[in-house]
């Protein structure tokens, strides 16, 4: 399973409306940074309260990536 994918089905499992969800990459040397969009009202959910749940994803692609050697960083798009 590729990275976007990954992300894109854990965000998926949490909002209420999964087809507004839109994730793209950003690879630079080493590192991969997903920028993730959804609808206005599903962004308090993909964050969660006090953030745990963007922690817990942010945890599960970390992971991920530690065994590839690479870093991931996942960022939540709110405007």
Same mark, same amino acid.
């Given at each position: 399973? @590729?990275?976007?994918? =990954? *992300?894109?089905? =854990?965000?998926? &499992? !949490?909002?209420?409306?999964? #087809? +507004?969800?839109? !994730?793209?990459?950003? *690879?630079?040397? &080493?590192? $991969? /940074? %997903?920028? !993730?969009?959804? #609808?206005?009202?599903?962004? &308090?959910?993909?964050?969660?309260?006090? &953030? $745990?749940?963007? /922690? @817990?994803?942010?945890?599960?692609? /970390? @992971? *991920?990536? /530690?065994?590839?050697?690479?870093? +991931? %960083? !996942?960022?939540?798009?709110?405007?």
């Amino acid at each position: 399973m @590729a990275y976007t994918e =990954l *992300v894109e089905t =854990l965000v998926k &499992g !949490v909002v209420d409306n999964p #087809d +507004a969800v839109k !994730v793209t990459e950003d *690879v630079e040397v &080493g590192v $991969r /940074s %997903f920028h !993730v969009e959804c #609808d206005k009202e599903d962004v &308090g959910k993909v964050i969660g309260k006090s &953030g $745990r749940v963007v /922690s @817990a994803i942010r945890c599960v692609v /970390s @992971a *991920v990536a /530690s065994k590839e050697r690479e870093r +991931a %960083f !996942v960022k939540v798009v709110t405007e």
